[in-house]
């Protein structure tokens, strides 16, 4: 047993102790729903595991309206139990602040027996239930086991967790380029405070790095059998049914030589999985609410597509302006990191330099000798630009107003996670890049690290002092 651990590579060793230690303390930390749009992320879960697929308008249910000033936004969602809607309360009203245990073990029994209230999905609406397979079942073990709804949430949370870390550490031992790079990714702190809530996030971020690692493993294989492809095809359609602008990857199939991926089954492989991944999502999607219908108190989708096919350069002005060169940008950063507390409780900027210091010393590192040639970088550049590129107008269509060229609302740095791994590749080549010993880089990358998440619990701690 001491053999297979020592065989262990180093940045696996450190992924499983640093996420578990951190996450679980993050999740004793963090009280309920406080992740970006969580209610909406649990509420799915639990509908799921009720076997509920199909969000209802509770306008057809009138004495169940809630509070709120919208005519369509927040009026999808499920018939849950009351709890939830309590603890969103808390979320709303108090914020994490100012109040004390058990807001977070709430150890009512008749919480279940209480009846039912309209919880609200929001954005959240259409989400795929991939993102909740580790919920659903952290949630149906609490129901086996007769807890109340407070404790079903916080089994979600675990059970996410460790898919988490599982997925990842799996992702990671695959990994052809810099392995140390790719751990520095995972503990991102906004990732990992993701993984630890009920937000589908941290699936997705998990989801996309074993595809992107599985991909990459496939470019110094000297045959690429089918099971291989269909294991990636498998990834792509499931990646594209929890975020559609995460298509982009596909391109990577691209980085395959054609010695060992001839162009002509290149394409055949290329063209089906498209296809059946716009089949399955344009199929969930009819089971939904049509876009169209769930933005339209901010915006008019439609009308926004309309206008860009028409005037493309009210558009890129706008990012221009912003984000490329204006101080806009700056929010992305934060929250790619760590913005947390419902977005409103930011790492400070010197332990986002530290991070992003460790990350860059941790990606010089060349563990496989793995290097991309000019053109597969193009391609890999090519494919992070068309996924910035969907992304920011994927948002601008459904939360701006038509036209709008001040700022693009909702774009957020942690959309831009899922895609991060794939920038390592960049920093490959031939030359040894750093002239220090593995023990010395493991040891200064590790202690950045490690000293950036204990900033992230202080931070935590502080924003939510009633915890322990």
């Given at each position: 047993?001491?053999?297979?651990?020592?065989?262990i590579?180093?940045?696996?060793k450190?992924?499983?102790?640093?996420a578990?230690?951190?996450?679980?303390?993050m999740?004793?930390?963090?009280?309920p729903?406080q992740?970006?749009?969580?209610?909406?992320?649990?509420?799915?879960a639990?509908?799921?595991?009720?076997f509920?697929?199909?969000?209802?308008?509770f306008?057809?249910?009138?004495?169940?309206?809630?509070?709120?000033?919208?005519?369509?936004?927040?009026?999808?969602g499920?018939?849950?139990?009351?709890?939830?809607?309590?603890?969103?309360?808390?979320?709303?009203?108090?914020a994490g602040k100012?109040?004390?245990?058990?807001?977070?073990?709430?150890?009512?029994k008749?919480?279940?027996k209480e009846?039912?209230e309209?919880?609200?999905?929001?954005?959240?609406t259409?989400?795929h239930?991939?993102s909740?397979?580790p919920?659903?079942?952290?949630i149906?073990?609490?129901?086996?086991?007769?807890?109340?709804?407070i404790?079903?949430?916080?089994?979600?949370?675990?059970f996410?967790?460790?898919?988490?870390?599982?997925?990842?550490?799996?992702?990671?031992?695959k990994?052809p380029?810099s392995?140390?790079g790719?751990?520095?990714?995972a503990l991102?702190?906004?990732a990992?405070?993701?993984?630890?809530?009920?937000?589908?996030?941290?699936?997705?971020?998990?989801v996309s790095?074993?595809?992107?690692?599985?991909?990459?493993n496939?470019?110094k294989?000297?045959?690429?059998s089918?099971?291989?492809?269909l294991?990636n095809?498998?990834l792509?359609?499931?990646?594209?049914?929890?975020k559609p602008?995460?298509?982009?990857?596909?391109l990577?199939?691209?980085?395959?030589p054609?010695?060992?991926f001839?162009?002509?089954?290149?394409?055949?492989?290329?063209?089906?999985?498209?296809?059946?991944?716009?089949?399955?999502?344009v199929t969930?999607?009819?089971?939904m609410?049509d876009?169209?219908?769930?933005?339209?108190?901010?915006?008019?989708?439609?009308?926004q597509?309309?206008l860009?096919?028409?005037k493309p350069?009210?558009?890129?002005?706008n990012?221009?302006e912003?984000?490329?060169?204006?101080v806009?940008?700056?929010?992305?950063?934060?929250?790619?990191?760590?913005?947390?507390?419902?977005?409103d409780t930011?790492?400070?900027?010197?332990?986002?330099i530290?991070?992003?210091?460790?990350?860059?010393l941790?990606?010089?590192?060349?563990?496989?000798?793995?290097t991309?040639?000019i053109h597969?970088?193009?391609?890999?550049i090519?494919?992070?630009v068309?996924?910035?590129?969907?992304?920011?107008?994927?948002?601008?269509q459904?939360?701006?107003?038509?036209?709008r060229?001040?700022?693009?609302e909702?774009?957020?740095g942690?959309y831009?996670i899922?895609?991060?791994?794939?920038i390592?590749p960049?920093?490959?080549?031939?030359?040894?890049?750093?002239n220090?010993?593995?023990?010395?880089?493991?040891?200064?990358?590790?202690?950045?690290?490690?000293?950036?998440?204990?900033?992230?619990i202080?931070?935590?701690?502080?924003?939510y002092?009633?915890?322990?």
């Amino acid at each position: 047993m001491i053999a297979r651990l020592k065989k262990i590579p180093f940045p696996n060793k450190l992924f499983l102790v640093l996420a578990l230690v951190f996450g679980l303390l993050m999740i004793k930390t963090v009280p309920p729903l406080q992740a970006p749009d969580e209610v909406g992320h649990f509420a799915k879960a639990v509908a799921f595991s009720e076997f509920k697929i199909q969000p209802k308008s509770f306008s057809d249910e009138s004495h169940e309206k809630t509070r709120t000033n919208k005519k369509n936004w927040n009026t999808f969602g499920f018939k849950l139990p009351k709890e939830i809607k309590s603890m969103n309360s808390y979320s709303l009203d108090k914020a994490g602040k100012y109040e004390k245990p058990p807001y977070h073990y709430i150890h009512n029994k008749k919480a279940n027996k209480e009846g039912r209230e309209w919880v609200p999905t929001g954005g959240i609406t259409n989400y795929h239930f991939f993102s909740y397979l580790p919920q659903i079942i952290g949630i149906s073990f609490g129901k086996v086991l007769g807890k109340p709804i407070i404790e079903q949430y916080y089994a979600a949370r675990y059970f996410n967790l460790i898919a988490y870390i599982v997925i990842v550490s799996f992702a990671i031992w695959k990994f052809p380029f810099s392995k140390l790079g790719a751990t520095v990714l995972a503990l991102n702190p906004m990732a990992l405070f993701l993984a630890s809530s009920t937000s589908g996030d941290g699936m997705i971020i998990a989801v996309s790095f074993l595809f992107i690692a599985w991909l990459l493993n496939l470019i110094k294989k000297q045959t690429i059998s089918n099971p291989m492809l269909l294991f990636n095809g498998f990834l792509m359609v499931v990646l594209v049914l929890m975020k559609p602008t995460l298509i982009t990857l596909g391109l990577l199939f691209f980085l395959i030589p054609n010695k060992s991926f001839n162009p002509k089954r290149k394409a055949v492989w290329g063209i089906t999985i498209f296809i059946v991944s716009i089949f399955f999502y344009v199929t969930w999607n009819k089971l939904m609410i049509d876009q169209q219908t769930l933005y339209r108190d901010f915006a008019n989708p439609g009308k926004q597509l309309a206008l860009f096919l028409k005037k493309p350069a009210i558009f890129f002005d706008n990012f221009h302006e912003n984000y490329l060169f204006g101080v806009k940008g700056d929010d992305i950063i934060y929250s790619f990191v760590g913005k947390f507390g419902l977005l409103d409780t930011p790492l400070g900027l010197h332990w986002i330099i530290v991070y992003i210091i460790s990350f860059i010393l941790a990606a010089l590192v060349q563990e496989e000798k793995s290097t991309l040639a000019i053109h597969q970088r193009m391609i890999l550049i090519t494919m992070l630009v068309a996924y910035t590129f969907l992304t920011f107008f994927a948002l601008y269509q459904i939360w701006n107003k038509v036209g709008r060229t001040d700022a693009i609302e909702g774009v957020q740095g942690r959309y831009f996670i899922p895609v991060s791994l794939s920038i390592i590749p960049l920093f490959s080549s031939k030359e040894k890049l750093l002239n220090i010993k593995p023990v010395k880089i493991n040891m200064i990358v590790s202690g950045l690290l490690f000293l950036v998440l204990v900033a992230t619990i202080v931070i935590l701690t502080t924003r939510y002092p009633t915890t322990f």
